[in-house]
């Protein structure tokens, strides 16, 4: 039996068994079962050709969605009830942990602190045993996955149990304080208060602004400045790497980009600030994926403030953390 802690973010999922991690776009494309495919790469990464059939229908998803599918989409709505896509990618993840008997796998996830109320029927849509047929090196491989059981916590409680878990091992809970952790995401940011190792969720929130609010933004400045079209998906990149490539050449847009997450990290200090007292906070920590952009311009406004270690994967590491202590005794 493996047990996992599996992010599933509104930009990227993030998932880990303690030995092994993987993160790809939450992109998902459309595909053909019988689509002819091919790669020169001698030791091909498995992320390259993420493929599934999933209900009877055929899907990319992740990177390769973007590099394959003429229709790709990533659902950005609140509850995300749209189709099967969040099952597409929660299995999908799980499949990269497949072996070749049982696959029996008890999961932590998360969801955001005001979509709590819709866990019980996140667990009815994941819980039990699914058939899949995924595609390694292009050939079809029906593979089952058993999710025995799945606990699902506000999504910020994940960097809490990966930061503080020598701590909290230990039980020092005084040592740790009132924190509150604001994750920063692509879709929503939330905030989320933890006081003596006990959650508070009358103080946490879940706030409608994110990474993909700057997009549009940076998509309209490089159409400006370089006459290109870069948009959605196409955007990760450029984020992640700070540059643009354009008929073979590299051009640096670090300028660009920080001007606009300047204009959104300033909006986030009004958020918070209009939520939280932060003087009653022992330590506040930014996490998710967008504080690797925007921890720059947030971090001056706050003395006691920190970034965690690796924010891009903290919520999925300490689900595991979660996971472990959950269910240590029950582990092969």
Not at 231 to 239: A, F, N, R, T
């Amino acid at each position: 039996m493996k047990l996992i802690g599996l992010d599933v973010g509104y930009g990227f999922v993030k998932v880990t068994d303690g030995n092994l991690g993987y993160s790809f776009p939450s992109v998902i494309g459309d595909s053909n079962s019988s689509a002819f495919s091919l790669s020169f790469k001698k030791q091909q990464n498995i992320l390259d050709s993420l493929r599934m059939e999933f209900e009877g229908k055929s899907y990319w998803f992740g990177k390769s969605s973007i590099r394959h599918s003429n229709f790709l989409y990533r659902d950005l709505s609140l509850t995300r009830d749209y189709g099967n896509d969040f099952e597409i990618l929660f299995f999908g993840a799980l499949s990269l942990f497949h072996g070749e008997f049982g696959n029996y796998m008890k999961v932590v996830t998360g969801l955001p602190p005001e979509r709590m109320h819709l866990a019980d029927k996140l667990v009815d849509k994941v819980k039990g045993e699914r058939t899949l047929t995924i595609f390694h090196e292009g050939e079809p491989k029906k593979i089952k996955v058993n999710v025995l059981e799945v606990e699902v916590v506000p999504q910020p409680l994940g960097t809490y149990w990966s930061e503080f878990a020598e701590t909290l091992e230990h039980g020092e809970k005084d040592s740790v304080g009132r924190v509150g952790i604001i994750d920063i995401g692509f879709r929503t940011t939330d905030l989320a208060v933890v006081q003596e190792q006990e959650y508070i969720p009358e103080k946490s929130r879940t706030i409608s602004i994110g990474m993909s609010n700057v997009y549009k933004e940076i998509s309209n400045k490089l159409s400006a400045m370089y006459g290109i079209n870069r948009e959605g998906y196409s955007l990760d990149e450029v984020i992640i790497k700070r540059e643009v490539k354009i008929a073979g050449k590299t051009y640096d847009v670090s300028g660009l980009l920080d001007e606009c997450f300047e204009k959104l990290s300033q909006n986030l200090v009004i958020e918070i600030n209009s939520t939280w007292v932060v003087e009653d906070f022992d330590k506040l920590v930014f996490t998710g994926g967008g504080s690797y952009a925007l921890s720059k311009f947030l971090l001056p406004y706050f003395d006691h403030s920190v970034q965690v270690a690796d924010p891009f994967t903290a919520n999925s590491r300490g689900y595991l953390n979660w996971a472990n202590f959950k269910w240590s005794t029950e582990k092969d």
